[in-house]
């Protein structure tokens, strides 16, 4: 007697539950970044922030904050606000890194159940 076990490619397995770019998972990864590190990116103007949404292709798994200053910020802010006076609260450099310590398992979660509702609707 053979036996023959067939499964599907991981291909068709990360269509499946919408884990490719811009797939349902990535949109929301993607979102959520954008979303949750708000409050984490430094302020005077606000223009850093927007950056991100403005060029982020939402579903491509890149998020993108594209000002001249961006990369400075990103690695040299000491989480000082205007004028040299502390802005208080989680704003500062590395706000990706900050940001991802503290909303990673959110951040699973919500793409865990995003990719069993797609699952469940094939």
């Given at each position: 007697m053979t036996l023959k076990f067939v499964t599907p490619s991981v291909r068709a397995l990360m269509v499946k539950h919408g884990i490719v770019q811009s797939g349902a998972v990535q949109k929301y990864v993607?979102?959520?970044?954008?979303?949750?590190?708000?409050?984490?990116?430094?302020?005077?103007?606000?223009?850093?922030?927007?950056?991100?949404?403005?060029?982020?292709?939402?579903?491509?798994?890149?998020?993108?904050?594209k000002t001249p200053y961006a990369k400075a910020v990103y690695y040299e802010n000491s989480g000082r606000g205007r004028n040299g006076t502390a802005s208080g609260g989680l704003r500062g450099r590395l706000w990706f890194e900050r940001m991802k310590a503290d909303k990673k398992e959110i951040i699973l979660e919500g793409a865990r159940k995003i990719a069993e509702r797609q699952c469940d609707r094939r």
């Amino acid at each position: 007697m053979t036996l023959k076990f067939v499964t599907p490619s991981v291909r068709a397995l990360m269509v499946k539950h919408g884990i490719v770019q811009s797939g349902a998972v990535q949109k929301y990864v993607d979102n959520a970044v954008l979303r949750y590190s708000e409050p984490y990116i430094p302020k005077d103007t606000g223009t850093l922030a927007r950056s991100g949404t403005i060029h982020t292709v939402i579903g491509s798994g890149c998020v993108r904050y594209k000002t001249p200053y961006a990369k400075a910020v990103y690695y040299e802010n000491s989480g000082r606000g205007r004028n040299g006076t502390a802005s208080g609260g989680l704003r500062g450099r590395l706000w990706f890194e900050r940001m991802k310590a503290d909303k990673k398992e959110i951040i699973l979660e919500g793409a865990r159940k995003i990719a069993e509702r797609q699952c469940d609707r094939r």
